[in-house]
């Protein structure tokens, strides 16, 4: 089974950055896309960046010239540098493969608030 594991989590005011990491263990994340997905309670995870395995990068219109997505393939691991955070931003965030595998870690909160 392949594992997720997001780190970076955490506080932060409004206006403010914040700075995820994502490493895979059991995965060559240099093989595929890479994505970073958001979940509020009650619904379902949403898109909000990926990276493809040439860096190619898309967006959600949501977070588009606020967030970047990065990676570094020698570390197997995909950053999310999160900047202008809104409260609309708190969520919890989870990194995977784009499409998704059904494997989920438990991804890391990020709470946007004063």
């Known amino acids: 089974q392949v594992q997720f594991v997001a780190s970076g989590g955490g506080l932060v005011q409004p206006g403010g950055s914040r700075r995820l990491s994502c490493v895979a263990a059991g995965s060559i994340m240099s093989l595929y896309r890479v994505g970073w997905f958001r979940q509020v309670p009650g619904k379902q995870r949403e898109l909000v960046a990926s990276i493809s395995s040439n860096e190619v990068t898309n967006y959600a219109d949501s977070v588009k010239g606020r967030f970047t997505i990065s990676r570094d393939n020698a570390k197997n691991m995909v950053d999310l540098q999160m900047n202008s955070l809104k409260v609309e931003d708190t969520a919890v965030y989870f990194c995977?493969?784009?499409?998704?595998?059904?494997?989920w870690g438990q991804g890391t909160q990020v709470t946007v608030s004063p």
């Open positions: 995977n493969n784009v499409p998704a595998w059904d494997f």
